[in-house]
């Protein structure tokens, strides 16, 4: 952890343990394709399971020199380039740095059972996104009966009631062997976020997270789950800022379409730039339309 890997072509870097294990739990692989540092963030949600017992190992990682870390308001440490601060924690907070870091999770703990560890990069609030997909596994090893399946749903309290998943209310279901139900919904402290924790039938299955509203603030899921043998989680989906993109164009909302001109103002760039084709992606209700 903390290493720096540098190219001069773009690359993807994967790293892991071949065999990781946490107190009580068995030894695992596990792997994450790493964050570029020009999209890290500084300001990340964290969750856990919905049992009270239930907590993470939580990992910053820094590149920059000289970097705060603050816990739910409390100032942890100041890392340099390369250094890492850690934790065991509970529920759900808020860590913030003062400069862009990456921030991942080790599942320890699901439902109060020491599961095998699992790892999870977690997203900042800069990576959040208005549309989220996600599959859940088939069963793997000796439990024919399948993953225990959860989504942590992190969206804006005042747009709790417009997220659907798969065109559907986020409510309790008496009936969570065919239908996903809630079980704990809370106000992440000091902030204006409501973390959902929703469980998922215990199938192999393809979900969508929504909202009614396009003109919704972005949102986050973590996906995740365990077996008698396996664990698996997720971040459902990552918006990745890079500071390398030529320009960036801020979208808006127009909701009535039909004949219209729409006309966009681009930033000019130093030298010269010729631009053969320009593509400008819409969305019409549920789908999207490149033009």
Not at 8 to 30: E, F, K, M, T
Not at 118 to 126: D, F, K, N, T, Y
Not at 169 to 180: G, R, V
Request: glycine share 6%.
């Amino acid at each position: 952890t903390g290493s720096i890997v540098n190219s001069n072509n773009p690359i993807a870097l994967i790293s892991g343990h071949q065999c990781a294990n946490s107190p009580g739990s068995a030894c695992d692989v596990i792997l994450e394709q790493s964050i570029p540092v020009n999209s890290w963030g500084n300001t990340h949600f964290y969750s856990n399971p919905p049992h009270v017992s239930d907590y993470s190992l939580f990992r910053v990682v820094s590149y920059y020199g000289d970097t705060v870390v603050i816990l739910n308001g409390m100032n942890k440490t100041v890392l340099g380039p390369g250094e890492v601060w850690e934790d065991n924690l509970y529920r759900n907070g808020i860590i913030t740095t003062d400069k862009p870091s990456l921030l991942v999770q080790i599942l320890i703990r699901i439902n109060n059972k020491t599961v095998d560890p699992s790892l999870i990069q977690v997203p900042s609030e800069s990576q959040f996104t208005q549309y989220l997909g996600f599959t859940t596994p088939t069963h793997s090893g000796a439990n024919i009966d399948g993953f225990n399946n959860f989504v942590n749903i992190i969206v804006k309290s005042d747009e709790r009631d417009t997220i659907r998943l798969n065109n559907q209310q986020i409510i309790i279901n008496i009936n969570t062997s065919t239908l996903p139900s809630l079980v704990s919904e809370s106000i992440i402290t000091d902030s204006d976020y409501t973390l959902l924790i929703v469980e998922l039938p215990r199938i192999e299955a393809l979900y969508f997270i929504t909202q009614e509203r396009d003109d919704s603030s972005p949102m986050s899921a973590i996906v995740y789950g365990y077996e008698n043998f396996e664990t698996y989680g997720y971040a459902a989906g990552l918006s990745l800022p890079s500071s390398q993109r030529f320009i960036t164009i801020q979208p808006f909302i127009m909701r009535q379409l039909g004949g219209q001109i729409i006309k966009i103002d681009l930033p000019c760039q130093s030298g010269s730039i010729i631009i053969d084709v320009v593509r400008i992606k819409c969305r019409y209700g549920l789908s999207r339309t490149l033009m």
